[in-house]
Every structure is written in C-alpha cells, then in structure tokens.
C-alpha cells in the first residue's frame, strides 16, 4: 500500500514539475472555455428569449462542467503522449504499483484544473454571473466539478492508453467537444424535440451544469427533466462514480498489460 | 542442476496478428557476461527484449531473467533488471536531474540517498553541465547517456541494451562502450541488442545470430568467424586492355576455385577476386605459387579472417543488415 502512495506521489511530482517547466499551459487550456463565454454569452445571448445577464449566469456554470468534461481530452492527450514516447515502458519495466502512474497522472490533472478554473470564475464575475446560495453550497458545487473532472480525467486515460498513439487521441480528443452541445451546458433542454431532450438529459454533463447551477444558486431544475437532471447533485455523484467504477479498473488493467 | 544463466530462455513464441515475431526463441546468459544479439530489422531482437523485460508476455515458452520467471514472477524480474530503450526512454519535460530523481525513488532510491545516486551518475555520464536543462533539449547522444544512466541507478544484476547506439555520433558511441565494458568487468550481466557487427565484435562475449524469430548461431566472435574459415583475396595489376584485364580475373578466379572449392567472387572494377576457404591446409604461399604457375600478374594476395559482416551474410543468406 505504501507502495501505492509512495509511486503516485513520485508521478503527481512529475507531472507537476512539467507543469512548472512550461507554466503557460495550463493557463492556455483556459482560453477556450473563456472565449466561448464571452462568444456565447454575447452573441448567442442576444438571440435567446433569456436576458443577457440571466443567461451568463447559466452559461458559467455549463462551462465550468464541459471544462470538467475535458478531462477526457487532457487524460487521453497525456497517456497517448506517454505510451508513444516509451516513457511509460520504463514505468513498466519498474518494480513500481501497477496503479501508480494512471493515478499519479489524474491526481496532478485535478490539481492543475483547480488551479486553471479561477480564471474562468473571475471572468464569470466580470460578466454579471455570482455564487448566490451559501459558502458551503459553493464549495459543494466545486467538489462536484472536481470529482467530475477526476471520473473525466481517468475515462480519458483509459482511451489514450487504448489507442497510444497521439495524432489518433489527438483526433478523438477534439471530437469530445460535441459532448457538452449535447447538453444543457449551453442551451436549455426544455425547447429540444423529445428524443434530443432525452438524449441531452441523460448526457452526464447536464446533470453537473444543472448541479452546479443548483449548488451556486443560479437555476433550478424543470420539474419533469430526466431523473439526474431534476436530482442534479445526487446525479452528478452518481455518475461521476459510475464512471470511475468502470474505467479505474480498465485504465489500470490496460496500463499493467501494456501494448499486446 | 545449478543455474548459472542470467538470461535463459526455452522456446519463446509471440506472434502479432499475422507476423510471427518469436518462433522458438532459446537463449542462454552465462552471469557476468555480455551476449550481443544480432540480427536484421524484424528478426524479432525488439520482441525478446520485451519479452524479457516483462513487458510482453510470451504466448509460449518460458523465459527466467536472474532466476525468476517473467511470466509467473514479473515483479522480482523488474527488481533484477535495468532497462535501456531503443528509443530514450527519458521525460523530455523534465530535466536529467529530476529524471534520474524521480526514477531512483521509483526503484526504492529515496531521499538524500537517491539525490547523491542521481549526482554521480549525472557525473560519470558527463551530464552535471547540462543537469538542469530539460532534456527535451539534449543531443541525442546526451539523451542515450541518461537513458543509460537511468538504467543503471540500482546496479542491476542483469542490463538490457537495445540498440544502444544506434544512430549516434562516435564520441557517444565510445562513451557507451566504455560503461558497457566497466559494468561487464564488476560482473553485471548485459544483453546488448545490435544492427552493429562491430559492436558486438568489440563488446561481446558471445554472439546470438536471430533470424526470423529464432537463434540461428550462436558463439564467441572468433568461433562464427571460424566456422566460415578465412577470405582469400588477390589483387591483380592493371593490364594494358580491357580484354587482358578480364582474362587474367577469370585466370586468377580458376586458380582460386581450384585452391578453395568455393565459388570466387569478382570484382572487375578494382580488379579483385576472392573466395572463402575453409581449408585450414591453404596457406598464402600455396596461392602465390599457383598464381604465378597460371601466370596470373598479381599485386597482392591476402588470406584473412572474415569480418562480422562475411559471416553474417554466410549464415543467413541474406543482403546484409538495414545499412
């Protein structure tokens, strides 16, 4: 067990260390989800039925779960990067836990999206969107964003490591940027045809915008939304733990047999 | 029955899809020496290290790495070994210090202890000037230096090379060679994969010739080089015409066929013949006389051992490796 810690500390140190050696890019992962908030809240905002300023106020929290969703796209990027460039079978060939570098690498992921969604919060800020519940629902609507990320962050690893090759991860990662329109994230459900609003409802993301909304006081579910919708936060956490249930034992088991 | 193999491998298949990388692999290590293995791109030399290594798992046979089983007993396999890559399995983010670092306290390193380890081999692989640059910015011959270094950090009872010097200018080269032999010399045991004949001429113990997915020689550099016998060579004098030129190589080829038995091989462009002789009773004297008896008008005449290269291309029949 000492093992275990001891491993995924020594691979959360390197990728933190990379991180200080290029700092510059945690902050660019940032500009994104920034420029889609101020292109969507101004332009889109002005065409919906929404006030402007209502509408930030439910876009920043849609924006800070598709955020948490991109930890697929980063977790798929930095294990394809790691298996083409033959670090990780050094790794492998270590008397090091099996589990230690998957884990290392998600555990450092949510340190740097902790530290890379302030500038999307005082943006969110600056256009009009506040915390209008308590302290502690705030602080409950970041946990959920964080173990989001966490369940996002190993989905993707599993994929990366699947495909260990970085052009392809690269491909699939960008295809992951449907994933939030397909949600509430941007744009309510409540006007989608049947089949579409089911889709949308049932789509992780939708839960957590609409848990983050709830917990940050800015909107509350429609009443008859799909169930993880209408129980956003209980919603959140369970799919959050669905989906490391399934893709921690995955990542780890494909990372320990290794390329075939 | 005492082992005294480091590596010892019995019948190691593996196959990818359709391409049958190993089809019965047998290798044997003596301790503390340094067997190279040899053979063409795709022999399968890439697929054994992996294999040995622990990171592919064979789909039969049986393989002990230091007396542990890498199929049943991965984890003290991975306790035994050092592992150096074809390509430099270094964090290029990172810079050599903090590599070696955080790969000591992997290997169970930690502390001042792996600080002071990652300091002397930053030292001895003449990395301390470039310790704090990330790595991503070394020359290649730097980077294979941390890789090797990286290797090394526990004194690994068994090393693994694959292709250690591939591609690298002769200064890096030699510095490789170097640490090679010292680390054969304290008694480590080294596989040393290589397209290189002469490297595994200068460093190796004993040669195992792959060839597709097999061992298909194996023995001490003078032994494969005896098994083909000598190369005899002779130079002719230039000739006023070309006709001339031509019947004195076909002259001095007949004499060569008679003294050899093997076919001669010319070469009308710097007017040589040459033949493989296997006979150990042919002596430089006996061509020389025969020559001159045929009236062949010879500069130089040479009876040598063959290179790597001639035996390698003997045993396997093949064009040579990817040059």
Redesign the interface.
């Given at each position: 067990m000492s093992t275990v810690a001891?491993?995924s500390g020594?691979v959360l140190?390197?990728h933190l260390?990379?991180i200080r050696?290029?700092p510059g890019v945690v902050l660019l992962t940032q500009t994104m989800p920034i420029t889609m908030l101020l292109f969507f809240g101004y332009v889109f905002g002005s065409a919906l039925a929404m006030p402007g300023t209502e509408y930030r106020a439910y876009l920043v929290p849609g924006l800070l779960a598709s955020t948490a969703a991109g930890g697929i796209m980063t977790g798929m990027f930095q294990a394809s990067h790691d298996a083409q460039?033959?670090?990780m079978?050094?790794?492998?060939?270590?008397?090091?836990s099996r589990a230690?570098v998957p884990l290392g690498q998600t555990l450092a992921d949510l340190i740097t999206t902790a530290v890379g969604l302030i500038p999307l919060l005082l943006v969110g800020l600056a256009v009009g969107w506040r915390i209008e519940g308590g302290a502690l629902d705030a602080l409950g609507a970041i946990g959920l964003l964080m173990i989001f990320r966490f369940a996002a962050n190993w989905v993707g690893t599993y994929l990366g490591l699947l495909v260990a090759n970085e052009e392809a991860a690269g491909q699939l990662g960008a295809a992951t940027f449907i994933l939030p329109l397909l949600s509430n994230a941007y744009i309510p459900t409540e006007g989608m045809t049947g089949w579409l609003r089911t889709v949308a409802e049932w789509n992780p993301i939708s839960a957590v915008s609409m848990g983050v909304r709830a917990l940050f006081g800015n909107a509350a579910p429609a009443a008859d939304a799909a169930w993880p919708v209408a129980h956003p936060v209980a919603g959140s956490v369970l799919w959050s733990l669905l989906l490391l249930v399934l893709f921690v034992p995955l990542a780890v088991r494909r990372y320990a047999t290794?390329?075939? | 029955m005492t082992t005294t193999y480091a590596v010892h491998s019995e019948g190691l298949t593996k196959r990818f899809g359709e391409v049958h990388a190993l089809r019965g692999l047998d290798l044997a290590v003596a301790e503390g020496t340094v067997c190279g293995v040899l053979g063409p791109n795709g022999a399968g030399k890439t697929t054994a290290v992996r294999v040995l290594?622990?990171?592919?798992?064979p789909d039969s046979g049986t393989a002990l790495v230091a007396g542990h089983d890498v199929v049943r007993d991965p984890?003290a396999v991975?306790?035994a070994?050092g592992?150096t890559?074809q390509?430099?399995?270094?964090?290029?983010?990172?810079?050599g210090r903090?590599n070696l670092r955080?790969?000591a306290?992997?290997?169970?390193i930690?502390g001042g202890a792996g600080r002071a380890r990652a300091d002397e081999l930053l030292e001895r692989f003449e990395l301390t000037e470039a310790a704090d640059r990330?790595s991503r910015t070394y020359s290649g011959g730097m980077r294979r230096r941390l890789d090797l270094a990286?290797g090394l950090l526990t004194r690994p009872r068994v090393l693994f090379l694959d292709e250690p010097t591939t591609g690298l200018d002769p200064h890096s080269r030699n510095q490789i060679w170097a640490a090679v032999r010292e680390l054969a010399a304290a008694g480590t045991t080294v596989l040393l994969t290589t397209q290189y004949l002469e490297e595994a001429d200068r460093l190796a113990d004993d040669i195992v010739l792959i060839d597709r997915g097999r061992a298909a020689h194996r023995g001490s550099p003078a032994e494969l080089k005896g098994r083909i016998g000598a190369y005899a060579e002779v130079v002719l004098a230039e000739e006023r015409t070309e006709a001339a030129t031509q019947a004195a190589l076909v002259a001095a080829a007949g004499v060569l066929d008679h003294l050899t038995g093997a076919e001669p091989v010319l070469h009308r462009e710097n007017r040589t013949v040459g033949a493989v002789a296997t006979d150990p009773a042919l002596t430089l004297p006996r061509i020389v006389r025969e020559l001159d008896a045929a009236g062949v008008p010879v500069i130089d005449v040479s009876l040598r051992p063959p290179t790597l290269d001639e035996v390698f291309l003997r045993l396997t029949n093949r064009k040579g490796l990817a040059a």
């Open positions: 001891y491993d020594a140190g390197r260390r990379r050696h290029a460039r033959g670090i079978d050094r790794f492998r060939t270590m008397p090091m230690a290794g390329a075939k | 290594t622990t990171l592919v798992s984890g991975r306790r070994i592992v890559g390509y430099a399995a270094v964090d290029g983010e990172l810079t903090e955080l790969f306290g992997l290997l169970g930690r990330v990286a």
